[in-house]
C-alpha cells in the first residue's frame, strides 16, 4: 500500500532564512508527486508537480523540490522565506495520469515564519 | 472561471441529523473527488465521481455516506445520522478529464457535529 510521510510535523524559521520540508514515500509503481499547500481556513494549493524527466522541479512562489527515487524523498525548498509563507504544506502520492484520484496525502508540515 | 465551489463553508450539525455538502466543479470539469480531512491530519481520499457515476468509492465509509454528481447540479456529499467522528474538513477536487496531471481543490466544508 502508498503511503507518505512528512517526518517534521512544524518547522520555525526566520523570515529570509531558507526552508526544506521533507517528504517520503512509498509506492509500487512509477509515482506522480506533488506538493500542496493550505493557508488558514482555504483550500490547497498546487504548489509543483513530478511526473518524469528533470528532477529538481520548479513550482509557484519561488518553491522548488528534487525527486530522488533512490531514496524514495521528494523534497521541497525554498532558498529565502516570505512571512506569507506560513502555512501548512502536504506532500503527496497518486497514480501515474490519474488526476485526483486515490491522492495518499502526508500528515503536513505547519511552518511558522518569525519575523 | 471560478475555481471549485464548495458550499457551506462551515456547517453545524446536531448528532444524529444529516449532513449535506455540495461541490461545484471547475467549469468544463467533469470529474470530482472527494477528501476527508481530520484534525491534525492530513487529506484521505473517500470518493471519485464522474457525471451520474460513481467510478471508486474505495475510501468512502461503508454505512451512512453516499455521494452523487447528477446530470445537472452539483456533487453532493451525504452524511445521514451524523456522529462527534464526522467531524472534519471535506474537501472537493476536480478535473476535466481522468487523465489531467492536476485536480484543483476547493476551499472545503468544515462539519462540526456537536
Known amino acids: 500500500a502508498q503511503s507518505v510521510t512528512q517526518p517534521d510535523i512544524h518547522i520555525t524559521v526566520s523570515e529570509g532564512a531558507s526552508l526544506e520540508l521533507r517528504c517520503n514515500y512509498s509506492?509500487?509503481?512509477?509515482?506522480?508527486l506533488f506538493w500542496y499547500v493550505q493557508s488558514p481556513g482555504q483550500g490547497l494549493q498546487l504548489l509543483l508537480k513530478y511526473f518524469s524527466g528533470d528532477t529538481l522541479v520548479q513550482g509557484i512562489k519561488g518553491f522548488e523540490a528534487e525527486f530522488k527515487r533512490s531514496q524514495s524523498s521528494f523534497n521541497l525548498r525554498k532558498p529565502s522565506v516570505h512571512w506569507s509563507d506560513a502555512a501548512e504544506y502536504f506532500c503527496?502520492?497518486?497514480?501515474?495520469?490519474?488526476?485526483?484520484?486515490?491522492?495518499?496525502f502526508g500528515g503536513g508540515t505547519r511552518v511558522l515564519v518569525k519575523p | 472561471n471560478a475555481g471549485v465551489m464548495q458550499n457551506p463553508r462551515h456547517l453545524v450539525r446536531r448528532r444524529g441529523q444529516e449532513a449535506r455538502l455540495r461541490c461545484s466543479p471547475m467549469k468544463g470539469h467533469s470529474h470530482v473527488y472527494w477528501y476527508r480531512q481530520l484534525p491534525e491530519e492530513g487529506l484521505k481520499f473517500m470518493v471519485y465521481?464522474?457525471?451520474?457515476?460513481?467510478?471508486?468509492e474505495s475510501g468512502m465509509p461503508k454505512e451512512r455516506f453516499s455521494a452523487e454528481f447528477p446530470k445537472e447540479g452539483p456533487s453532493i456529499l451525504r452524511i445521514q445520522q451524523v456522529v462527534r467522528g464526522d467531524s472534519a474538513a471535506y474537501f472537493c477536487?476536480?478535473?476535466?478529464?481522468?487523465?489531467?496531471?492536476?485536480?484543483?481543490f476547493g476551499q472545503g466544508t468544515r462539519l462540526t457535529v456537536v
Open positions: 509506492y509500487g509503481a512509477t509515482p506522480y
Open positions: 465521481l464522474q457525471k451520474e457515476n460513481i467510478i471508486d
Open positions: 477536487a476536480s478535473s476535466r478529464t481522468q487523465r489531467e496531471t492536476e485536480a484543483f
Open positions: 503527496a502520492v497518486g497514480p501515474t495520469g490519474a488526476a485526483g484520484n486515490k491522492l495518499t
